[in-house]
């Protein structure tokens, strides 16, 4: 099992930016895919990105294409989100999680089983 933590949530405004963190520890990254979701009150958790350590991806969901980069950083060991054009819709949890899904289920948050407590990300106007 592999123990996850979300950092570099905050408070933004419209248009800004914001880079989360996902650092692994009690394993490492290798063999999984990472992804990215997030959940707002009231709806369910979806999916925002994802990227295979080994290689493979990156994945976005529509909604974030074009302003959010999923990468890795080998030297330090994580999973990076950049997001940037930050939008009201964009306020929510953000979850880091790792798995093994097939391509098509990349998106499918029943496919990854360890997950991070997540960081607040809150987009003001």
């Known amino acids: 099992q592999v123990q996850l933590a979300e950092s570099g949530g905050g408070p933004v405004q419209a248009g800004g930016s914001l880079r989360l963190s996902c650092a692994a520890s009690g394993g490492t990254f290798s063999g999984y895919a990472i992804g990215w979701f997030r959940q707002a009150p009231g709806k369910e958790r979806e999916f925002v990105a994802a990227?295979?350590?080994?290689?493979?991806?990156?994945y976005y969901a529509d909604s974030v294409k074009g302003r959010f980069t999923i990468s890795k950083d080998r030297a330090k060991g994580t999973v990076d989100l950049q997001m940037d054009t930050l939008q009201f819709a964009d306020t929510a949890v953000y979850y880091c999680?790792?798995?093994?899904?097939?391509?098509?289920?990349?998106?499918?948050?029943?496919?990854?089983?360890?997950w991070g407590p997540g960081t607040q990300v809150t987009v003001s106007s």
């Open positions: 990227i295979r350590w080994s290689g493979g991806g990156p």
């Open positions: 999680a790792v798995g093994r899904p097939i391509v098509s289920a990349v998106s499918d948050p029943r496919m990854y089983y360890d």
